[in-house]
């Protein structure tokens, strides 16, 4: 098989969302040749949604060296942008503010706004939400919603807008905040956005109704996540996220075994992609099951692997000590709860492990 039947056959399961199958291809494609920008892109986003980081990552830059060439100065800082996100999700700060610095500096260079100023909007938001300066927060994201719509880029808007959502919600604006977020909502489910932004956005979605306890938009969006994940076979880097929400909402209804087997296939997923954020919220998924199932060996264990994993995360303070309080406290048969129900607090959810106010991971 020459180069371009592979490459054809790439492109053609890269539209039909068999992602390994696509990676497979294109890469036998570029081996013989290297790939045209266009094609690269394809290559690293199917990379990224089968778990291989490390070549997603490589991929990506190279996509960025190729525009640079090509004197696409714009979509060269689209690929900085990115790059600086994954390894924002990977706990390396410095190198990902190296990338939204070279990404700021390429669009100096330019004389006409373009929808890339929005997407370097959003780690501002963020920034702004760490510190707690919740109104900074609101307005870079309305900005990035603004350019988005003047652009008509789907994913800087629907991005952007969930972001409103999450800072309305932090604000204790509730009903606002939720209606901002099922609107970006409206755009995941009906298929407008990009997989990764799609991906990324069903998990950001889901993490903010755990943060105020809503499980039951949770558990719908869980629900539709993994609809979307069953669509993909294929697919590594967001089905492991979903099995992660998914065995948090089994423990919290008392299906404790299913919350144990969703839980540990999610710990298999996240590792294979690396993901360690969600890993550790997934060990402490199953931490937090044997606790409450009394096998304190297996949940001590659990809550190590836990702490281990988020303390290479450069995420900020790890609350796996939660569970684990409520945990030795069992050990030393000193009742965690009163009142006969066995259950975590929802406020102690395991999830929270992996819970930070960005975009997912």
Same mark, same amino acid.
């Given at each position: ?22 990676? %497979? ?18 290559? #690293? ?34 690929? =900085?942008?990115?790059? !600086?996100?994954?390894?924002?999700? %990977? ?11 070279r990404a700021h500096r390429l669009l100096e260079r330019e004389p006409d706004d373009c929808a890339e100023q929005g997407y370097l909007m959003l780690p501002h938001v963020e920034q702004h939400l760490a510190s707690g300066n919740l109104e900074s927060a609101y307005a870079a994201a309305s900005g990035a919603v603004e350019i988005g719509e003047r652009f008509a880029d789907a ?19 509730? =009903? ?12 995941? /489910? =009906? ?6 932004? /799609? ?16 499980? !039951?938009? =949770? %558990? ?6 993994? %609809?979307?994940? #069953? ?15 998914? &065995? ?5 209804? !008392? ?24 890993? &550790? !919220?997934?060990?402490?998924?199953? #931490? ?5 199932r009394g096998d304190f060996d297996a949940a001590e264990q659990a809550y190590r692997s836990a702490s281990q994993i988020w303390l290479r995360t450069a995420a900020g303070p790890c609350p796996v000590a939660v569970g684990r309080k409520a945990h030795r406290c069992c050990c030393g048969h000193i009742p965690a709860r009163h009142g006969g129900d066995d259950r975590p607090s929802?406020?102690?959810?395991? #999830? ?10």
């Amino acid at each position: 098989m020459d180069e371009t039947d592979q490459l054809a056959l790439g492109g053609d399961a890269y539209e039909e969302r068999a992602w390994d199958d696509a990676y %497979r291809f294109l890469s036998l494609a570029d081996e013989a040749a290297p790939l045209a920008v266009d094609d690269l892109e394809r290559l #690293a986003m199917s990379a990224y949604l089968t778990g291989r980081d490390e070549e997603y990552l490589r991929v990506l830059e190279r996509t960025h060296r190729a525009y640079l060439d090509a004197g696409k100065c714009h979509r060269a800082a689209r690929c =900085a942008f990115w790059l !600086g996100l994954r390894l924002v999700f %990977r706990g390396e700060m410095a190198q990902a503010a190296g990338w939204f610095g070279r990404a700021h500096r390429l669009l100096e260079r330019e004389p006409d706004d373009c929808a890339e100023q929005g997407y370097l909007m959003l780690p501002h938001v963020e920034q702004h939400l760490a510190s707690g300066n919740l109104e900074s927060a609101y307005a870079a994201a309305s900005g990035a919603v603004e350019i988005g719509e003047r652009f008509a880029d789907a994913d800087l808007v629907a991005c952007a807008r969930h972001l409103q959502g999450r800072v309305l919600l932090r604000q204790r604006r509730t =009903a606002e905040g939720f209606a901002l977020l099922d609107e970006a909502m409206i755009s995941v /489910t =009906a298929g407008e956005l990009s997989p990764l932004l /799609t991906g990324l956005i069903y998990c950001s979605v889901i993490e903010a109704c755990q943060q105020v306890h809503d499980l !039951g938009r =949770a %558990r719908e969006w869980t629900s539709a996540l993994g %609809r979307w994940c #069953a669509k993909q076979p294929q697919l590594i880097s967001f089905s492991g996220t979903c099995l992660m929400h998914r &065995a948090e909402i089994k423990r919290l209804s !008392g299906a404790w075994q299913d919350a144990i087997d969703e839980a540990q296939q999610a710990v298999e997923r996240l590792t294979r992609s690396n993901n360690r954020k969600d890993t &550790a !919220g997934a060990w402490y998924q199953l #931490a937090e099951v044997h606790r409450l199932r009394g096998d304190f060996d297996a949940a001590e264990q659990a809550y190590r692997s836990a702490s281990q994993i988020w303390l290479r995360t450069a995420a900020g303070p790890c609350p796996v000590a939660v569970g684990r309080k409520a945990h030795r406290c069992c050990c030393g048969h000193i009742p965690a709860r009163h009142g006969g129900d066995d259950r975590p607090s929802e406020a102690h959810s395991a #999830a929270a492990c992996s819970r930070r106010d960005h975009v997912g991971g």
